[in-house]
């Protein structure tokens, strides 16, 4: 591989199981992982359809994308370059079938979460102050992490009347 120094050749080249990389600020990261990309592919004969690069934030995507496309010539573009959330999104619209949703869902952020939940209170003629929007959220988010359907909920509580 050109352009590594030893260390990021080494890094580069370490292919079987985890790796972990650790190094400051501008020092070749990135470079290290999109010459990783081209040595599985060019060197190990991965195929590309089966490497995905995770970053953070689009703008990373969005560089780590280019820099692969310059970097790994035939089969780039079926390298799965994407920030956490757009793969998750992406594997949910194409497998949530398998929980019973349909692809068309939209996903609400922190503030469409609230107005939402305003709305059901209205709705419910709940008074905010008793049940305020932040606990309903909470309430709601603890209920998934515990894999409850709306149904299981209800039962939980349908004795106490509580939403805890
Ligand atoms: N061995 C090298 N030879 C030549 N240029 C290099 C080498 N290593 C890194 N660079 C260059 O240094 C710059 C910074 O590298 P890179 O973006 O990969 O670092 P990074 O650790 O990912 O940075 P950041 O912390 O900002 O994400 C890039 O222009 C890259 O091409
Ligand atoms: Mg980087």
């Known amino acids: 591989m050109p352009g590594l120094n030893d260390k990021q050749l080494e890094a580069c080249c370490i292919t079987d199981g985890p790796l972990l990389i650790l190094a400051g600020a501008g020092s070749g990261k990135t470079r290290v992982i999109t010459h990783r990309i081209a040595y599985l592919i060019d060197e190990m004969s991965v195929n590309p359809y089966n490497i995905l690069a995770i970053t ?7 560089e780590m994308r280019e ?9 780039a573009e079926s390298v799965w370059v994407s920030t956490f959330h757009s793969m998750c999104v992406r594997i949910l619209r194409k497998h949530i079938d398998k929980i019973g949703g349909t692809s068309s869902f939209t996903i609400y952020d922190a503030s469409e979460q609230k107005t939402v939940v305003k709305e059901v209170l209205k709705y419910l003629q709940l008074d905010p102050k008793l049940y305020p929007e932040r606990a309903m959220l909470s309430a709601i988010s603890k209920a998934k992490e515990g894999y409850m359907t709306p149904d299981d909920y209800e039962k939980a509580h349908a004795a106490s009347g509580k939403a805890t």
């Open 56 to 62: 953070f934030t689009n703008k990373a995507a969005a």
């Open 67 to 75: 820099r692969v496309d310059n970097l790994v010539g035939f089969g």
